[in-house]
């Protein structure tokens, strides 16, 4: 999973969310893994699943889930991210009635390369794109998800920490909340690298915790950047 790069920054002219998604033609959701059928597989999968996952993350114990009310439809939503085991993370903490029709940013340098790595990516419900370059490609693609109701998670970070400590942000988020217009769920996730960290094979137990704040939009004349650093502080608070 990773987090979209601000390499084709949009008209500068376009000031307003409003206006930005105007003169941008969204990508309608493609894939099999945005099928009916790929979603209610999903579902029964998480039922028979989902114990054995709680079991390795102890929970997750969910910190602000009453902030999941505070949502206005599709949002985008930006977790910290430590370990391959986030996505599951926060599958189960946002529960069925969320994660039923939500998306995930994923690498195609890193998915794609191997047919049962971008298996298991898209049948968790994610969605390819390059992390370097073409960010005009990739705002277009997360901004068609949104716009046919789907939540989109995206890492801001980038990419997994390998030390524990959260890396700085990367500004395309900020991109993306200014041209979408959307709320942005702050997530922080605790303990997780413990159970698989990056470039490890073997999970091992150990207690989670997800750290939900209260969703943000970006303030008028806000630039991605400063949008950036207020989400990324709001993130190392939790």
Not at 83 to 96: C, E, K, P, Q, T
Not at 169 to 185: D, M
Request: glycine fraction near 8%.
């Amino acid at each position: 999973m990773t987090a979209i790069q601000p390499a084709d920054e949009p008209n500068p002219d376009a000031s307003t969310p409003a206006v930005a998604k105007r003169a941008r033609r969204s990508t309608p959701p493609r894939g099999w893994q945005f099928s009916r059928p790929a979603i209610v597989a999903r579902e029964i999968t998480a039922l028979l699943i989902g114990p054995f996952i709680r079991w390795f993350l102890e929970g997750p114990r969910v910190v602000g889930r009453e902030h999941l009310l505070e949502l206005e439809g599709p949002s985008l939503i930006c977790p910290t991210h430590a370990s391959h085991f986030d996505f599951s993370a926060i599958r189960l903490a946002l529960g069925s009635r969320h994660r039923r029709r939500m998306t995930a940013a994923a690498a195609a340098d890193y998915f794609a390369t191997k047919k049962s790595r971008w298996f298991m990516a898209a049948w968790l419900g994610a969605f390819a794109f390059n992390r370097t370059g073409r960010g005009a490609d990739s705002i277009a693609a997360a901004e068609g998800l949104l716009a046919a109701g789907w939540h989109v998670v995206l890492f801001p970070e980038g990419t997994r920490t390998t030390t524990g400590e959260i890396n700085p942000f990367q500004p395309g988020i900020g991109l993306l909340a200014r041209h979408t217009g959307r709320q942005v769920l702050p997530v922080r996730i605790v303990g997780i690298r413990q159970v698989l960290p990056k470039g490890g094979r073997r999970p091992h137990r150990h207690p989670v915790e997800v750290r939900i704040g209260a969703p943000i939009r970006a303030l008028p004349g806000e630039d991605a950047r400063a949008f950036t650093a207020r989400l990324e502080a709001i993130i190392r608070a939790l």
